[in-house]
């Protein structure tokens, strides 16, 4: 393979935060190694989740012509609406399903086309398993970069192992008010943190599916580090029903940016200009976090009574069921309390969407409530801002838990408040002012959290630089790589 080039095949799920760190990795592959090129075929979302941030990604992508990385859009398939016999996850995953045949084409011509390289293997999202079944009609092998972090993975298989092996009720499980012992974590994990996924037969189905077909893959490409989950990602290693793991990250956008909304973000910037250092907290909820009015004006309250200053990404809930993309406000006073933009004005500011690394890496940013998504914690970590959790969605719970109780590296206000646009039963619970004002005051007084999140700073920084532990575990998937086709 000295003077070949063997082209790998990556396949996102369609989501802005999946499809944002895939590139990332694929960035990291062809800037590592010459001998690499990648396909990314991307899925669009169904048109009721507008995927016009992920096209204008995308084409900002294509314009700056990315070395060895080329992208093809794969044609737009429509979701179909949950049935009486189908939830919402199993119409997700037969849409998934539906792009198989454009791949399987794709990469037939890819193959056939002289002087293309040879097709190394599939990189494939956690959502995406049923490509699995493409690669292997080619004979190559699959690998999993899995978005999230080592603790969840070992989750999934240990929650599938349960269900599969000792024929436990995990719906039960999930609905019980107790602790269980998790191989990837030290501390008991209350039952309460199971992501709402696990609540249901049809979705802890999607679930346990994944978890089997993930254990037929080559390896797992994990975005996390040692440094951060020693114990978990020791834990994934030591157990030989799973496949190697890979933990290579933090794997981040720092650019941020997905096109456009310039002025918002400048303005935003002069304002944090003018404040002291570390002495601003920015809530921002992902871009499918919302809330409903109740819970929007106790934010409110409660961040009008702390006195600190903030800036706050407010969005609206979808219009429809149909969509889970978060929207713009077009008037901020139709949501908020009466009177509160004019009485916080100079100490606070209610933006709309924002590139959060901009903001995160802001001088004047000292804490951070988050829903938890992983990539938003891994930057939080990146930038030494400490979290306040509020977990909403996914395996967010979860998250939220390993960052506080199991490694003390975030405060709370919630562990176990769920908002699930998949999961109706999810209807979350109002948090009062006085408990978030609470959270957010630890955030911003908690020294010792202040001085661990700046202790793992420094580690997530050097452990992808050459000689770190994510530099290392990349070089030897690299080498598993290469071993494979030559």
């Known amino acids: 393979m000295a003077n070949m080039v063997a082209t790998l095949v990556f396949i996102p799920a369609p989501g802005l935060g999946h499809i944002m760190s895939t590139i990332e990795i694929a960035k990291l592959f062809v800037n590592r190694d010459q001998r690499f090129s990648i396909t990314v075929l991307v899925i669009k979302p169904p048109s009721s989740d507008s995927g016009s941030t992920i096209t204008t990604y995308i084409e900002s992508l294509a314009k700056n012509n990315t070395d060895r990385i080329s992208f093809v859009e794969l044609p737009q ?66 690998y999993v970069f899995f978005t999230s972090n ?111 909304r310039k002025p918002l973000e400048d303005d935003v910037i002069k304002w944090l200009d003018n404040q002291p250092p570390s ?28 006195g600190v200053r903030f800036v706050w990404s407010l969005r609206k809930p979808p219009p429809d069921k149909t969509s889970r993309v978060t929207i713009e406000y077009e008037d901020f006073r139709v949501v908020l309390p009466e009177g509160f933009l004019e009485r916080t004005v100079g100490i606070g500011k209610v933006i709309g969407w924002a590139t ?43 998250n939220a838990f390993e960052m506080v109780v199991e490694l003390g590296l975030s405060v ?36 010792l959290v202040r001085a661990k999140v700046k202790k793992m700073s420094e580690k997530s920084r050097s452990t992808v630089l050459e000689g770190g532990s994510s530099y290392a575990y990349f070089g030897s998937l690299i080498q598993d790589l290469i071993t494979n086709i030559s």
Request: charged fraction near 20%.
């Open 77 to 142: 398939q429509e979701i179909a609406p949950p049935s009486d016999s189908k939830g919402p996850l199993a119409s997700f995953n037969e849409f998934i399903k539906s792009h198989c045949k454009y791949v399987k084409n794709i990469v037939a011509d890819m193959i056939s086309q002289t002087g293309s390289g040879q097709v190394a293997g599939f990189v494939i999202d956690m959502f995406c398993t049923c490509m699995i079944d493409v690669a292997n009609e080619f004979d190559v092998p699959t």
């Open 150 to 260: 080592a603790a969840f993975l070992g989750f999934k298989f240990f929650i599938q192992t349960l269900n599969d092996e000792q024929n436990q009720d995990v719906v039960e499980l999930s609905h019980s008010d107790t602790e269980i012992t998790v191989p990837t974590l030290v501390k008991p994990m209350p039952t309460k943190v199971f992501p709402t996924v696990f609540q249901t037969r049809e979705t802890v189905e999607f679930v346990l599916s994944a978890a089997r077909r993930m254990r037929e893959v080559k390896a797992i490409i994990v975005n996390s580090f040692l440094e951060v989950e020693t114990h978990a990602i020791e834990s994934l290693s030591a157990d030989n029903t799973i496949p190697p793991v890979y933990p290579v990250g933090p794997i981040l956008n720092l650019e941020g940016g997905t096109g456009g």
């Open 279 to 306: 002495s601003v907290v920015f809530l921002c909820f992902g871009s499918m976090g919302s809330f409903d009015e109740v819970q929007v004006k106790e934010i409110a309250r409660a961040l009008e009574q702390s």
């Open 356 to 398: 959060q690394v901009a903001v995160l890496g802001h001088r004047a940013v000292g804490g951070f409530v988050s829903h938890c998504g992983w990539n938003s914690l891994l930057e939080s970590l990146w930038f030494s801002v400490p979290v306040a959790t509020w977990p909403m969605y996914a395996e967010q719970q979860i």
């Open 412 to 447: 709370e206000i919630k562990l176990d408040y769920k908002r699930d646009s998949f999961i109706p039963m999810a209807e979350s619970v109002v948090v009062p002012a006085e408990e978030i004002e609470t959270g957010i005051g630890r955030l911003m007084e908690d020294d």
